[in-house]
């Protein structure tokens, strides 16, 4: 193996590690919001809040709520699900303390980006293990 290819090899697995480990912290803070989180019903607003620019642009649905002590919140799809359907309630968790820390209570929407990313994140740590077990096993590193 080159400089390079170690230096590639060792870049891909901090990548990966790096993934796992934010991913972890995520995780880990998805399950405290559902632990000491307050559920209530929202509904879908009006808005979308809109990411790009023309045939590619993504659309992601903001639901509308009201805390447990009358104050307003949003939070919008973290998936890009439809939930704009007219007289929908739409279940939602929001950390008391932080109203702005609100997730969509669905679980594509709680799970789903996070065991993507975890997946992600351990296949990119293994590729390059793979590639030096290979390159060791074949004898092309001693």
């Known amino acids: 193996m080159t400089r390079f290819d170690i230096v590639l090899m060792t870049s891909m697995g901090l990548l990966g590690l790096v993934t796992v480990g934010l991913t972890l912290w995520v995780l880990r803070r998805t399950r405290a919001l559902l632990v000491t989180g307050e559920r209530v019903l929202g509904r879908p607003a009006r808005s979308q809040h809109r990411v790009g ?11 509308e709520f009201m805390t447990k002590d009358g ?5 919008m799809s973290r998936l890009g699900m439809k939930w704009s359907t007219q007289d929908l309630s ?16 669905h679980k594509f929407e709680l799970w789903g980006a996070p065991v993507l990313m975890l997946f992600m994140g351990v296949v990119v740590v293994l590729v390059p293990v793979g590639v030096v077990v290979t390159l060791y096993a074949i004898g092309r590193i001693h």
């Open 53 to 63: 620019t023309g045939d590619g642009a993504a659309q992601y649905d903001v639901v």
């Open 71 to 75: 104050q307003s919140g949003r939070t």
């Open 90 to 105: 739409i279940p939602v968790i929001y950390d008391p303390s932080n109203p702005k820390h609100a997730v969509i209570d």
